[in-house]
């Protein structure tokens, strides 16, 4: 791997959420490897070259098989160290249900009347990413690399650079970075800028977001930002900061569903739907509201009414997974979106077909790819997306290019796969209905044409490339402190 050249000093990640989780069930203790781009990664990269990953301990099984916070990880093959910060009940409301994602969350996603801030939560937050700081501190060797990540993690740049000034530090926001109006609702933000100016590079999905960003430091703080570089002066040192469109590993998921196990299944699948003469749509989300849900279920309401020959010929598969559970709003969306999908197969459902069949769970992570393989379309629409990975998971499990992209104007990845994806306004049922019936209609050749060019580039960007960039620009910038 290239990377593992790139990286001249020991390595440490800190991440709100951990790579493996320690739960109780009643056979005992098991260890689960979490999902996610990031995790799948960074692991493997940590599992060769070793290093530290600092992580919210969240599983229930977590302090009894982690003596000292510390757990040698993978456990099978310990190849590096997992640090856990324990959280008790209070601090997990205050940092993480309230603050983060009753506050910055629905802030970053411009969604303001769904913003709620509180002092108290704001201290939580603010000491929960100080506990995380002196661990990074305790535990990061002399020159240091620390990557950390996103909104639950804004303070902790400033707090580890004030007490170990010798490392390098890089921090990724994953989400939308807002425009300075909105942001501005935020009553700590420039505490929040601060926090995140202790970094020596800072990276966001698009450039819009890097845009947004320095017009904060800039009107906010009066501080000097070079535009053309990204460069930030803060407290005599500069501030990288860069548009790291985040991606997928191409390779790994283009090898998953050639599978034979996922092949046969796929093969299985496809029989089906072509014995039935039928097209399987498919959208996989979180249930949260900025995944646009709602609206997207009014769109399909509005497809079937205005295309009727697509009654009992398309199916749409919707997997939707519980999220955020401990909030109470995101319980009472989850029943929302349950309702409304109830009413739409209630108007079209036939004694043989129903429309939309909803999987309220995650799915394994081969069958799921096997899935994006199989489809024929999938819809992204988002209201907001920092990037959305499931547009590009769906391209790269595409072998066979039959399968058409619907993806929201408003996501990262559609700076990257527009011209090949079907654009949708997300907030325009009857646009929305338009494009699908239109995406339907063309022919396999140029199907097989938009998917081959999306490819393409993914192939040529990969979360490899990602890191590799965010890696060399921390290298950059370690090598030119004022």
Known sequence: MAIK??????????????????????????????????????????????????????????????????????????????????????????????????????????????????RRAWQIYRNVNQKFAKRVSAVSPEGAWVFSHDYQLSLLPAFVRKSRPDVAIAHFWHIPWPPLTIFRLCPQHQEILRGLLGADVLGFQSELDVDNFLNAVERTLKVPVDRDTGMVTWQDRHVHVKSFPISVDFAAIQQLVETPRIRRWVRGIRRHIEHRDQILGISVDRADYTKGLLPRLDAIKEFYSLYPQYRERVTYLQVVVPSRTEVAEYRRFYDRVAKKTQEVNQLFA?????????????????????????????????????????????????????????????????????????????????????????????????????????????????????????????????????
């Open 5 to 118: 050249q790139l990286i001249e000093a020991p390595l440490v990640v800190v991440t709100n959420r951990e790579p493996y989780v320690d739960e109780r069930s009643n056979n005992g203790i098991r260890t689960i490897q979490k999902a996610g781009g990031v995790v799948s990664a960074l692991d493997p990269l940590l599992q060769d070259i070793g290093g530290h990953w600092i992580a919210w301990g969240s599983g229930s099984a977590d302090i009894e098989v982690s003596p000292g916070g510390k757990r040698q990880v993978p456990p099978e093959h310990p190849r590096y160290t997992l640090h856990r910060i324990m959280l008790n009940q209070e601090e997990i409301q205050g940092y993480y249900a309230k603050y983060s994602n009753q506050g910055l969350w629905p802030l970053s996603h411009m969604l303001i009347e769904r913003a709620q801030f509180s």
């Open 350 to 482: 036939t004694s043989s077909w129903t429309p939309i069949i909803t999987l309220p769970h995650s799915i394994d992570r081969p069958r799921l790819m096997g899935l994006f393989r199989a489809a024929d379309f999938a819809v992204v629409s988002s209201l907001v997306d920092g990037m959305n990975l499931v547009a590009k998971e769906f391209v790269a499990a595409q072998v066979d290019k039959r399968g058409v992209l619907l993806l929201s104007e408003t996501t990262g990845a559609a700076n990257e796969l527009e011209n090949e994806a079907f654009p949708i306004n997300p907030l325009d049922p009857e646009g929305f209905a338009n494009t699908l019936h239109e995406a339907l209609s063309i022919s396999a050749d140029e199907r097989a044409a938009r998917i081959s060019t999306m490819r393409a580039h993914l192939m040529k960007h990969t979360i490899y490339d990602w890191m590799e960039d965010i890696f060399l620009t921390l290298k950059m910038a370690a090598q030119s402190y004022v």
